[in-house]
């Protein structure tokens, strides 16, 4: 069936880096509305443009040209099926020596369920992101609250509207809106860029 409207979809962006170190970003999106005779391969296709819109705007610009986007696989959480394979079309765009694959921004999210945060590491950016005492330069840390307030507010591609979310039971899928977002001015460290692994 069709993903609807109030559908949780669980979409994990895969990038590669240097052409084989795959780097993996897990979104999970409250479907709002959804056109009718849209097919699952349509929702996906508004789904990453919406996703690029809205969720890697501001970020693109300090990922690595060495980080380009590989597919982005789908599964409807609400539904228990898995979602058309589409071509990630998100790539980095700075050209400055990338930073140890490890070393990520992260955004953070928090809600009205208590001791619950969804988190975000973002694929390698470059040095010039940060300073030399091991601090994200200002300005980086201004395009990243950017980028939290983008990723909190609803999204309309090609009239579907969708919505991140946390999820907080897999079965069935129960989740949390967050209702604010913040960012850590440190570099952080993700170690398991596999899928599904971290977001």
């Avoid at 391969?41 to 443009?49: R, V």
């Avoid at 899928?173 to 209702?179: D, E, G, N, S, Y």
């Avoid at 001015?185 to 899928?195: D, E, I, M, S």
Wanted: proline residues 5%; aromatic residues 8%.
């Amino acid at each position: 069936m069709t993903a609807v409207a109030g559908d949780i979809i669980r979409l994990a962006f895969e990038f590669l880096c240097n052409g084989s170190d795959q780097m993996v970003n897990v979104w999970d999106v409250e479907l709002d509305t959804v056109p009718g005779g849209d097919d699952d391969g349509d929702i996906m296709t508004k789904l990453l443009a919406g996703a690029a819109a809205a969720f890697y705007d501001e970020m693109v610009v300090y990922m690595s040209d060495l980080v380009i986007g590989n597919f982005v696989r789908g599964f409807n959480r609400t539904q228990n099926t898995v979602m058309p394979v589409i071509l990630n079309t998100i790539d980095g765009t700075d050209s400055a020596e990338i930073l140890p694959f490890q070393t990520t921004p992260l955004l953070y999210f928090n809600g009205t369920v208590p001791h619950v945060q969804g988190r975000k590491y973002f694929p390698a950016v470059c040095e010039d992101a940060s300073l030399g005492n091991g601090d994200w330069a200002a300005s980086f840390v201004t395009d990243m609250v950017s980028q939290a307030a983008h990723i909190l507010a609803n999204v309309v591609s090609s009239s579907l509207g969708f919505h991140y979310v946390v999820v907080l039971d897999d079965n069935p899928a129960t989740v949390m809106r967050p209702t604010a977002g913040g960012v850590a001015v440190a570099p952080r460290t993700q170690r398991r860029r596999t899928l599904g692994r971290g977001s």
